[in-house]
């Protein structure tokens, strides 16, 4: 659902020449990706690396597989669109320097100033560095108090050197980007919600025990969250939204509410499975559709409609034959063939 909000906000203010069109904040949805992306390797991956029958490297491997093809994939299509429609690569910084950065997974680590080739993929530079330099030491060293002080550090330090979360290119202090804080707390956070929500699973705060109180504050967050997404309201709104995100990822993850339960439903896993694919497919198509005129449709929300209806298709194709076949064949790619005998042995006992 979130990976539709960032489509949307490309979509409208792309066509809105960045002004005065809806869901101006959906940038919000990808630190709610931050958020459930830390959440979720917790909970793949945490137990295995504690226990050593999940490497390091296999851990990195896996993320590297997951991310890269289709970030790779998604890039040349882009560029072959922009050629198409600008009659050459439009980036500030030089499609040469960017190419390598994108090739390099670092145009967003500070770097350049501005977006190059899949602009949508800032959030995947980040995402994969944050993870693979620091996630395998929080998973087997770090306590949760460390986590959760760390991860609204980096928030309040964002809020007082930028006090937004916009722009993901912004400078920052100490050769930061705003990019580079938003994953590095997103992430983080969503690793303490989960050990949380593991330790309070069967306590009296287990919010299963109160599924109709839960299905209120849950709607009540989601609706609030969706509010200031769709708006264009800067500063402390956002970072009210960003406060309640983490108390709707714990509740959704443990109450069995009506809302949890229609947020896991068969649609919704459908919508999860090819978010990735969405995220990183609907930037070019936005490009292509323009460029193959799409504009003749002169009603915004209709024109949305049909593009949301072709994104989701493609990305359906995309995610079951190449990006689900790649990751699963590809996956231990790093991992070293004596590695894997020796922890399926060591499971086996």
Known sequence: ????????????????????????????AVDFFFMLSGFVLCH???????????????????????MYPLHIASMIAMGVVDHLYWGKLPYVDGPVWTGVLNVLLLQSMGFTSQWSWNAASWSISNEF?????????????????????????????????????????QALPAGLSTGMVR???????GVAIYRIAAATA????????????????????????????????????????LAAMPFLIFSVSQSGSVVARILSCRPMKWLGEIS????????????????LGMMKITNPYIRFAAFAAVVLTLSTLVYRYFERPIYKRYRDLFVPVGYREEVSERVKV
Do not use: C
């Open 183 to 189: 994953s590095f707390s997103g992430i983080l956070l």
């Open 1 to 28: 659902m979130f990976a539709i909000l960032v489509m949307a906000l490309h979509f409208f203010g792309s066509g809105a020449g960045w002004s005065n069109f809806p869901f101006a904040n959906a940038n919000l």
């Open 202 to 241: 069967q306590t009296p705060a287990n919010p299963s025990r109160w599924k109709n109180l839960s299905a209120l504050v849950e709607a009540l967050l989601l609706g609030g969250i969706v509010y200031v997404v769709y708006g264009d309201a800067r500063g402390n709104i956002e970072f009210e939204a």
């Open 276 to 291: 990735y694919s969405v995220y990183l497919v609907h930037f070019p198509m936005i490009t292509l559709g323009v460029y």
């Open 44 to 66: 793949v991956y945490e137990h295995g690396m504690k226990t050593r029958t999940i490497s390091t490297a296999k851990f990195i491997s896996h993320r590297f597989v997951r």
């Open 129 to 169: 560095w944050i993870g693979a330099l620091i996630l395998p030491v929080v998973f087997q060293k770090v306590r949760t108090e460390a986590i959760v002080l760390a991860a609204y550090a980096g928030y309040f330090f964002l809020y007082n050197s930028a006090h937004t979360i916009h722009a993901a290119y």
